[in-house]
């Protein structure tokens, strides 16, 4: 057994740092730490007497690069961090290693988690592993991609729109974003804090619900996690040819426009077959302020980074550049300097939507839609539904360098952002190919109710063969 651990973590290593997941191959990887490594699994091999209080004990796993770990630099993706070593660990973090998982590789994300492609990266995009013409989505490309490499099976993410999802969906893997508050946040560094979260890409549903459950819980370092019973995973595979019976699913049809790219509608409405052959009931929804969802996130999000990134100024963290010599010089160019233009559009949106006089018009309006899109969940759940199936994403994976319109890369997260905007829990899954593309859906559930989620997700997951995109 402990032979097996070593081998299992020293081959993951030989992986994460394979020239080709490396800067000159796919850009998957941004740091490893073989030594480190290599001890934490010892570290497991020692401890592991029990293996029902270990149940991840020799798994590799890789971080996206807003996570901190003690052993390898936590960037974000961005120069204003080049080489910063967080003096703490994430929570998260922190929970998988004391359950056996040995954090093989730090992974490549957009700058501070802003974008859908990964092409953000001050340190280069990172390509699609089934199709390196092609961006893996974002923010967390770089983990999607890791599992989609087969360099690990569990990475972790973060979501503040949709960017565990929809890289998932893009590289054919499952990710996961769980009930806000049900994972620490503690270590995660902030975008937009009342929507960030922590979330899994993993092979498998059972990986993803794993790992997922065993981050889960009360953080008293995270002030937003919530007091809520953590579930265990049910693993044991559906006996009846009908496990979904008295499942209700919902098709909420503003998920479902004419645009929608026709390959994803065909494989989504294929889903939806496989649901009913399973025994569950569809139901189509209607969820009217789901159009209102980019907008308001457009406007929440920057507000929250703007103030959440005032801290990169050269005093408190980032390399210092004087500038001019007076204290303001100092700030303005430490920050025009390190942070790339996505960012430093994020900031100025944030700060015109908080600015005196546009307040109002902007910042508490879309709080006050944000809850209309919160009573849309409410109300489709309230009236039976279990859980919403949608697509991830409008397209499969696009060219690399293909959308460069700001705005057209924010309608990649057209459907899912609302799960954010709400809180409620959502993951992405593979359900099959279209052109060689893997095609993801959406399940939405109710706060806190992972389990049925990933009950449902489990059943299609058998129906249609594991890893559905291959
Ligand atoms: N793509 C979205 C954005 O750019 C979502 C990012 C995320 O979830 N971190 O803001």
């Known amino acids: 057994m402990a032979h097996d651990i070593l081998t299992a973590i020293t081959a993951a290593v030989d992986r994460a740092e394979d020239p080709r997941v490396g800067p000159d191959g796919l850009n998957i990887v941004l740091a490893t730490n073989r030594q480190a490594s290599i001890d934490a699994a010892n570290e497991v091999v020692r401890h592991e007497t029990d293996s029902a209080a270990m149940p991840l004990a020799g798994i590799p796993i890789a971080v996206k690069d807003n996570i901190a770990t003690l052993d390898t630099p936590t960037t974000c993706g961005s120069k204003i961090l080049r080489d910063y070593i967080s003096p703490y660990e994430a929570t998260m973090i922190t929970k998988l290693r004391a359950q056996g998982a040995v954090v093989v ?37 770089g983990s999607a991609a890791a599992v989609a490499a087969g360099v690990v099976p569990i990475a972790l993410g973060s979501e503040t729109g949709g960017s565990v999802r929809q890289p998932a969906a893009f590289c054919g893997v499952v990710g996961v974003k769980p009930t806000y508050g049900r994972v620490s946040r503690f270590g995660l560094v902030a975008f937009g804090s009342s929507l960030d979260q922590i979330g899994v890409c993993a092979t498998t549903v059972r990986h993803a619900a794993v790992a997922t459950y065993a981050t889960a ?94 801290r990169f100024d050269g005093v408190r963290y980032g390399p210092r550049k004087r500038g001019s010599g007076d204290l303001h010089s100092l700030y303005e160019t430490t920050r025009s300097e390190g942070f790339g233009p996505e960012v430093q559009r994020r900031i100025l949106i944030g700060t015109y939507v908080l600015s005196h006089g546009y307040y109002d018009a902007y910042y508490k309006k879309a709080q006050s839609v944000r809850t209309l899109i919160a009573q849309d969940f409410d109300a489709a759940f309230t009236s039976g539904i279990d859980v919403l199936f949608t697509p991830t994403t409008p397209t499969p994976a696009f060219k690399l360098g293909a959308v460069t319109d700001p705005y057209e890369m924010y309608l990649s997260d057209i459907f899912t952002v609302t799960a954010n905007l709400a809180g409620v829990p959502a993951m992405s899954q593979p359900i099959g190919r279209v052109n060689g593309l893997p095609v993801g859906g959406q399940l939405i559930a109710k706060y806190f109710d992972e389990p049925t989620m990933f009950r449902v997700a489990a059943a299609l997951e058998q129906a249609l063969g594991e890893g559905a995109h291959r």
């Open 105 to 141: 590789a730090k992974t490549n994300m957009d700058e501070f988690a802003m974008g859908s492609s990964t092409e953000h990266s001050s340190y280069g995009p990172t390509k699609n592993p089934l199709d390196p013409t092609r961006a893996p989505g974002g923010s967390s490309g």
């Open 217 to 310: 819980g009360r953080d008293p370092r995270d002030a937003t996690s919530a007091d809520a019973p953590v579930p265990t995973y049910d693993d044991r595979p559906a006996q009846s040819a009908t496990p979904l019976t008295g499942i209700t699913i919902g098709r909420p049809v503003e998920y479902f426009p004419e645009s929608l790219d026709a390959g994803v509608r065909a494989r989504c409405d294929a889903a939806l077959e496989t649901f009913r052959s399973l025994g569950a009931t569809i139901r189509d929804v209607s969820m009217p302020h789901t159009a209102l969802a980019i907008p308001v996130y457009y406007i929440i999000a920057p507000a929250e980074a703007s103030s959440n990134l005032a």
